[in-house]
């Protein structure tokens, strides 16, 4: 008996939308990153600027023990308080020697955790610069310009910027900030930098736990 079902040709349907609609995002994303990084950057000036301003017409919100009496009329924490406005320090333009003389006066007794945590707030309050500079890709502007400069300058930094890095971090009339700027836009290695941070600062910080101990003690 033969049989009398008949086998129809399968048919797949495939939404033609699907590819469309990846290539749109694929499109898109590449767009969005300029978009965000010059956002950023716009968010970085004007916070500059406006602190700057404030600063120049108010110059006694630097003074430690200004920020000593806002540390402790803030019930919050004192030595969490402390370390995250040390951290935080390169986006408030406070310098870090106010924070580590303002750490002394908190904690007269315990001039080794000073110690640590002004160093550590440096160094990471130096590598949050770091990227944050890598993040808005000024570097890759120069390049499309200057590639040959810029990649010059970039092996420089990785060969010797670890010693300019020292030595700029241990000059204590110029701003650490302004080297991590150039580290984050050359891209230098950030274990380098951050060693090299480390290794500057260490003396400068030292000496302004032991100077604002003796005069508290004194």
Not at 108 to 137: E, H
Not at 150 to 159: A, G, H, I, K, S
Request: overall charge positive; proline content about 6%.
């Amino acid at each position: 008996m033969l049989s009398t079902r008949v086998h129809w040709p399968r048919v797949q349907y495939r939404s033609s939308c699907r590819p469309t609609c990846h290539t749109t995002i694929a499109a898109d994303r590449p767009q969005l990153v300029p978009k965000i990084r010059l956002i950023a950057l716009v968010i970085w000036v004007a916070l500059v600027i406006g602190l700057s301003v404030l600063y120049a017409v108010r110059p006694e919100l630097l003074e430690p023990e200004r920020v000593v009496q806002t540390l402790r009329g803030s019930g919050q924490s004192l030595v969490l308080g402390y370390v995250v406005l040390s951290i935080v320090r390169a986006f408030t333009l406070v310098p870090s020697t106010v924070l580590i003389i303002v750490g002394t006066l908190l904690f007269p007794d315990r001039p080794w955790f000073v110690m640590t945590s002004s160093l550590g707030g440096v160094v990471l309050s130096a590598v949050l610069i770091y990227y944050y500079f890598d993040f808005l890709g000024v570097g890759a502007l120069f390049e499309r310009k200057h590639a040959k400069q810029v990649r010059w300058l970039e092996r420089q930094m990785n060969l010797k910027g670890f010693w300019l890095v020292v030595g700029w971090s241990m000059f204590p009339f110029v701003p650490t900030d302004a080297i991590c700027y150039v580290a984050g836009t050359l891209r230098m290695h950030v274990g380098t930098f951050a060693a090299g941070v480390a290794l500057g600062e260490l003396p400068i910080v030292a000496f302004y736990v032991w100077a604002t101990g003796a005069l508290v003690a004194g």
